[in-house]
């Protein structure tokens, strides 16, 4: 549902259908609401047929990449002789993404579920979930919700009677971006700094501790029993015409929008049916100019471009961006470009790990001389400069954070170039009221 | 090397085969291409964030680090192609954009592989109009002061700490542009090995505070050296300017120190410098020592050695080739040869096994035992009535005024060789000044038995001339009939007749070095008494 709207006619929830309702949260409130029976199934389950089920959903990565989670899954070999572990990226750092926070904050039980199912499949014994530092109700909720799973025989050495072993812990993160990053993640886990490591190896092959590991989004985990219990027929139904992107999807909507929040819909809905019907458009009297559809590290929409776009995986990719997290960020025409690129710029200088060169110096240099723009100081080579130092900062380091800087800069100057000008020619910004002496000159 | 598959890979047009799991980097080298990079070492682990290294390779998408990805059969990578240069011009860039530029007062100016590469590669300017980030000087113990605004934070210093001294001081602290190294509370780089992360900071951020502002790079001479301060025997650089040495660094060899050296190694060469230094050979003449000529001292020293037995004391810093001319002396005299050996306390590297400061420090212990010297605490307990006590470069320090004074008594004659004069050796019949270690060529023997070679790095003071060659003479005139002056011809000698160092030849050691053999046993003394 629209949370904290009232759930949209149009939207499918499946896993918002109960955010808001506080007796979800409690163990005995989530069995009554069918909790904890995908688990029993899959633990009389081969874990190899798991798998091979989560493969036939259509299933893919709710993260950002998109990467269809059976065959990740399928990557974890049984009976390598050493153990396996499952990370849940529970960090959702990426600026516009509230819909992790929302599934621990009001179903922990599912997510429980979803680590527990995912453990087994891929043959762990062990379940960590790293929760982002700033989210201490979605903490409380997950320690409470894991503490009752254990009192009740749920998680253990002998999960459900099963005979099998099953721990989860959760594990809060100390407030880092880049800890959202998979193989950071896995050194803050660790207890180091949380650095990106090189790739490969891949986690599958040495990840947490150096062992293979499986790490899977929030979204993507809760997805799995709903899958379990009702098959992948059913989930793979879910989709609006194409078939590589199945299921149901929750996006974050916020910005300058009337009813911003979080929405469910399924693959394939018209984007701007989703911002005019379901999100209720812009605020009265402005109109949309640009929407960051997939978290602050895609490409910016014009609205033109949004308006045309089909949201699933290809559909925004399709019209130039990504689905990534799903973090939808609306910009009205009252929205000075430069400016909100120049804030996101200072996000990621602000959040760069430093290892890498081009985004420790990239990303900070890029926010200065957006800054300077933005302050009217600006000069006629700087876009190039920008254009090129944005050139220099993609696809060549470790991680993605240095392109995630890039990204909004780059489609920036290229979609509102004419923005960037008026404020080099004019020396000052245009969407900020003149000063008596600008006037007066 | 041999075992596992190799690899075939193209590399700017250079075919090279290399094992499999070597990475790019690597594989350049052995194809004669350099990939400039800065966080990559090879003593290091991998860390990858520098993207210097960033190479084409055919049918890839992306730009690859050479240092972190492992060459693949049939690869063709392009190092100098546009994409790798525009990548690498990138990073010179960003490298600068907070650099303070200040080459004209940087010790690492001239040897600065930040310089280097810009001059190579680098933009004719910087597009960098704003303000530069800026950090105070930082004195990180030791002998290391941390200079943040130069740093370009490849963390070359953090990982040897850690991976290889396991004495975790360093860090990277903070993020984003504010990021600097930093030292963890209450902790100082007080480790036996720290001094190492001025080597290996390739740019100007890290400097020993002993060779501060002392000397521009382009001003040194260098000489490959060997450390004379322990028997670890790591391999080293002498650096010299205006015939002083000012600076002593550590020089790769993966057999014995890798590419490190301590720091009381490091810091210990002062004394190659002394100014106490005895010029002249000098004679007894009446009360006092007086200068000669060399043909007069070494007939003196001669004369008095001639139809004694000697008792000689040694330093064990003396070179194998000196060491065996002495032993030749004894060999036709008759007589004794004993080394005494300053000790301190061991300081192993953890993270290099069979790599440490050695309790023995002096260079040549395990050389003067194979040519028969033995090891005493008591160099002097062995002089016989009558005998005439030949001291080589050994100061006895701390011997007591009694027992040098009963020393002289007893013996009939007293000749010194040294660089020295110290109180007790006005009462020699002659003194023969030599060079030191610094001053000559030779060989030392290492604890584990390798014979390694050290080149001249100055001009001996005066008149002194090389051990081997005073030796040489000396030799001449007792007798010998062989003529060696020059180390290479003392050297085979050495090797023909000692059979721990048989089938090695000087120009053959290289500056590698070669190990006697395992069952190597001292050699008997004096067999003509």
Not at chain 1, 70 to 77: D, I
Not at chain 1, 227 to 233: D, K, L, R, S
Not at chain 2, 305 to 317: E, I
Not at chain 2, 392 to 410: K, N, Q, R, V, Y
């Amino acid at each position: 549902m629209g949370f904290p709207q009232k759930s949209h006619p149009r939207e499918t929830t499946v896993l918002s259908k109960h955010f808001g309702d506080p007796d979800a949260r409690t163990l005995a409130g989530w069995r009554n609401r069918g909790g904890y029976r995908a688990l029993e199934q899959t633990l009389a389950m081969e874990p190899a047929a798991i798998v091979q089920m989560v493969k036939e959903s259509g299933l893919r990565g709710r993260g950002g990449a998109g990467f269809p989670t059976g065959v990740k899954w399928s990557f974890m070999k049984p009976g390598d002789g050493k153990p396996h572990y499952l990370c849940c990226n529970a960090d959702e750092s990426e600026p516009g993404t509230f819909k992790d926070r929302e599934i621990m904050r009001w179903t922990p039980h599912a997510l429980v579920e979803g680590c527990a199912i995912g453990a087994y499949a891929i043959g762990a014994e062990t379940a960590y979930v790293y929760i982002r530092g700033e989210f201490t109700e979605p903490l409380e909720r997950m320690t409470e919700a894991v503490r009752e799973a254990y009192a009740e025989g749920i998680l253990g050495r002998n999960a459900l009677g099963s005979g099998k072993r099953i721990d989860v812990y959760v594990h809060k993160g100390a407030g880092a971006y880049i800890c959202g990053e998979e193989t950071a993640l896995m050194n803050s886990l660790e207890g180091r700094r949380g650095n990106p490591r090189i790739k490969p190896p891949f986690p599958a092959t040495a990840g947490v501790f150096g062992q293979p590991t499986t790490i899977n989004n929030v979204e993507t985990l809760v997805a799995v029993p709903h899958i379990i219990n009702n098959g992948a027929e059913w989930y793979k139904a879910m989709c609006l015409g194409n078939a590589k992107s199945t299921g149901t999807k929750l996006y974050s909507v916020c910005g300058n929008v009337r009813r911003p929040g979080n929405y469910e819909v399924v693959m394939g809905f018209p984007f701007k049916e989703f911002l005019y019907d379901l999100c209720g458009g812009p605020p009265a009297g402005r109109r949309f100019k640009a929407i960051i559809p997939g978290g602050s590290s895609v490409p910016i929409q014009t609205i033109a471009e949004a308006e045309a776009t089909v949201m699933d995986y290809e559909g925004f990719v399709a019209c130039g961006t990504m689905l990534g997290s799903g973090g939808v960020i609306c910009i009205d025409d009252a929205q000075c470009m430069v400016k909100q690129i120049a804030r996101l710029a200072r996000f990621y200088a602000h959040e760069s790990c430093a290892q890498c060169t081009q985004c420790r110096e990239g990303t900070a240099w890029t926010t200065k001389i957006m800054e300077r723009i933005e302050a009217g100081q600006g000069t006629a080579g700087d876009l190039d400069t920008l254009l090129d130092i944005a050139d220099n900062m993609t696809a060549k380091t470790i991680c993605v954070l240095s392109d995630s800087c890039a990204v909004p800069v780059v489609s920036g100057i290229q979609k509102f170039r004419d923005e960037f000008e008026a404020h080099i020619v004019q020396h000052r910004c245009p969407f900020r009221p003149a000063t008596a002496a600008a006037v007066a000159a | 090397m041999t075992e596992g598959k190799m690899i075939s890979v193209t590399i700017e047009g250079r075919a090279v085969q290399v094992p499999e799991g070597t990475s790019m980097l690597e594989a350049a080298k052995v194809a004669g291409v350099l990939i400039p990079h800065y966080c990559y070492h090879p003593g290091l682990p991998v860390a990858g964030v520098c993207r210097m290294c960033l190479v084409e390779v055919e049918k890839s998408a992306k730009l690859a680090p050479a240092c972190a990805t492992s060459v693949a059969e049939g690869q063709v990578i392009h190092v100098h192609s546009d994409p790798a240069r525009v990548a690498r011009q990138g990073v010179l860039e960003m490298l600068l954009i907070n650099h303070p530029l200040d080459c004209p007062i940087c010790d690492q100016s001239g040897e600065c592989e930040l310089q280097d590469y810009t001059f190579a590669e680098g933009r004719k300017d910087s597009r960098y109009r704003e303000a530069k980030r800026f950090n105070p000087v930082e004195d990180f113990g030791g002998d290391v002061v941390y200079v943040p605004n130069r740093c370009i934070l490849c963390t070359r210093c953090v990982r040897f700490m850690e991976d290889v001294a396991h004495d975790p001081v360093l860090n990277v602290s903070e993020r984003g542009d504010r990021a600097v190294i930093g030292k963890f509370e209450g902790q100082d780089l007080t480790h036996p090995w720290a001094g190492n992360v001025v080597e290996l900071c390739p740019v100007g951020a890290l400097l020993s505070k002993d060779f501060l502002n002392k000397a521009r790079s382009w001003d040194l001479d260098r000489s490959a050296s060997i450390c004379p301060n322990c028997t670890q025997g790591c391999n080293t650089a002498l650096e010299s300017r205006d015939n002083v040495v000012v600076r002593m660094r550590p020089r790769p060899n993966e057999d014995v120190n890798k590419y490190f050296l301590c720091d009381e190694g490091r810091l210990n060469y002062r004394w190659l410098n002394r100014r106490d230094r005895v010029e002249f050979p000098h004679i007894r003449r009446g009360d006092a020592l007086a200068p000669a000529g060399w043909d007069e001292a070494v007939e003196a020293a001669a004369a008095a050695l001639r139809g004694r037995r000697v008792h000689v004391v040694a330093s064990p810093s003396l070179s194998n080739e000196v060491l065996f001319q002495l032993a030749q002396v004894i060999a036709r005299l008759g007589g004794t040869g004993v080394f005494r050996v300053r000790q301190g306390p061991e300081a192993p590297l953890d993270g290099v096994p069979g790599l440490s400061l050695r309790a023995d420090r002096a260079a040549n212990v395990r050389g003067a035992e194979l040519l028969g010297f033995r090891r005493t605490e008591t160099p002097l307990a062995g002089l016989a009535n009558g005998d005439a006590l030949l001291v080589a470069d050994e100061e006895l320090a701390g011997a007591d005024a009694a027992s040098l004074a009963a020393a002289a008594a007893t013996a009939a004659a007293v000749v010194v060789i040294g660089t020295t004069l110290p109180s007790w050796a006005m009462r020699a019949a002659v003194m023969l000044p030599i060079a030191n270690m610094a001053e000559e060529e030779g060989t030392f023997t290492n604890v584990e038995g390798r014979v390694q070679r050290y080149l001249q790095a100055k001009a001996a003071p005066g008149l002194a001339r090389p051990g081997y060659a005073a030796m040489g003479d000396l030799l001449t005139a007792l007798g010998d009939q062989t003529v060696n002056v020059v180390p290479s011809d003392v050297f085979r000698a050495l090797a023909a007749a000692h059979a721990p160092f048989g089938g090695m030849t000087y120009e053959g050691l290289g500056l590698r070095g070669a190990t006697v053999s395992a069952q190597a046993q001292p050699a008997a003394l004096a067999a003509a008494t």
